[in-house]
């Protein structure tokens, strides 16, 4: 996995309260899948730990891109599902709509505003992750 993607995993735990972040330097985050709320890892530095992965709100198959915004962390089960069940589906299909802004709250209803208490490494790598590309996912 890259580099970039395990910052963008790392920015998505940093921003969602379901993480936190263990006491012991080498500890990792612990947090829930934003389907399932099934108990997801990530090591310290963001790489996947225990099936999780990168969940694109509006999938990247309909020109959903890896800003900040549309992602979120995902078991591999719930991303797969979603993968075969809901992104197939025209953009403008009734059921990727609602599952889109389903996956929006629950975003939004997870966000931590205030991430000045992690330590200063990981604080740098967060607040240096810049979007690479304009954000389709409010286009949605």
């Known amino acids: 996995m890259s580099r970039r993607r395990n910052q963008l995993m790392l920015f998505c735990a940093a921003h969602d309260k ?32 225990s099936g999780s992965t990168l969940e694109h709100i509006w999938p990247r198959s309909k020109g959903g ?5 549309n992602l979120a962390i995902a078991c591999s089960r719930c991303n ?7 992104d197939i589906l025209d953009n403008d299909d009734p059921r990727l709509i609602k599952v889109v802004n389903s ?10 505003h205030d991430i000045n208490h992690l330590p ?9 992750l810049l979007p690479t590309a304009p954000d389709p996912f409010n286009e949605a």
């Open 18 to 49: 379901t993480f936190e972040l263990g006491s012991q330097r080498d500890a990792g985050w612990q947090g829930k899948c934003i389907h399932c709320q099934r108990k997801v890892l990530l090591r310290r530095d963001g790489k996947p730990h």
């Open 65 to 69: 891109s890896d800003h900040p915004d």
């Open 80 to 86: 797969s599902q979603k993968g075969r069940k809901i």
């Open 103 to 112: 996956l929006k709250k629950r975003k939004s209803d997870r966000l931590r």
């Open 120 to 128: 200063a490494d990981l604080l740098w790598v967060i607040t240096n």
